[in-house]
């Protein structure tokens, strides 16, 4: 039986408010990793990886653009999405994933990224297209996903070729590190969550967004060419000042 009743899913296009939700997480991160950045090039001394100020932000930045991956996700389900046009979709994420572990094996070679946020994404859009039609079942689903690395370790899970599923015994060297599990719990609640909305209150995203608040929805529809972007820039902006000051 379908998860979504299409007969009251909304015909929208495109739901600004969820845009400008995604918008907010990308602001949110550009000054994180700008704050990074400041740290990596020793013009501040925090301590990124430890200080609790800095990886709770981490946790509730990967946790906002999984949510809204995971709505956007019963978004297209609802809207009859190919998948055709999924498998490109996901392509562009699965390739720029590769250019983030060229790109940070270049700056980081000890500690280079192989299991970042977009290699997690790539992994679970494919789970969450697969599970979108389990309806309810997704709220329990995504509880056990977040609880089941607290309850389950193995040193089989500690080395670079099988971490990426998340039962490790300690964190692996890297600089970015988005396991499937528990992440996959984040996504499939986003996708839980979209599905419950548009089916029961979908004018909570189909309403009408506030000017104030409309860069931050165009920010959110080019979310993965600015996560591209913003890095190289900063890091480029920041040598040149150092270069000249």
Not at 35 to 55: G, S
Not at 205 to 227: E, N
Request: aromatic residues 16%; positive net charge.
């Amino acid at each position: 039986m379908p998860a979504v009743n299409e007969t009251t899913a909304p015909i929208a296009s495109r739901y600004d408010r969820l845009d400008a939700l995604r918008g907010v997480a990308i602001v949110w991160m550009a000054v994180f990793h700008f704050c990074f950045d400041l740290a990596h090039f020793r013009l501040i001394e925090q301590n990124f990886y430890r200080d609790p100020f800095w990886t709770t932000q981490r946790t509730v930045i990967v946790s906002l653009f999984l949510f809204c991956a995971g709505f956007g996700q019963a978004i297209a389900v609802t809207q009859g999405q190919t998948w055709r046009r999924f498998w490109r979709r996901w392509a562009q994420v699965a390739g720029c994933a590769v250019l983030v572990s060229i790109g940070s094996y270049l700056m980081f070679p000890r500690s280079y990224i192989y299991f970042g946020v977009l290699h997690g994404i790539a992994v679970m859009l494919v789970v969450t297209r697969f599970t979108a039609r389990m309806g309810p079942w997704l709220w329990p689903l995504g509880l056990l996903a977040v609880l089941l690395p607290r309850l389950v370790q193995h040193s089989f899970f500690d080395t670079r070729w099988t971490s990426w599923v998340g039962l490790v015994t300690r964190k692996p060297v890297t600089e970015d590190y988005v396991p499937l599990l528990p992440w996959l719990g984040v996504m499939w609640w986003g996708l839980a969550a979209g599905l419950w909305v548009l089916r029961n209150r979908p004018h909570w995203v189909g309403g009408i967004l506030p000017g104030a608040f409309r860069p931050l929805a165009l920010l959110g529809r080019w979310s993965l060419s600015f996560y591209m972007l913003h890095q190289p820039v900063l890091i480029g902006l920041l040598m040149l000042w150092m270069q000249l000051r």
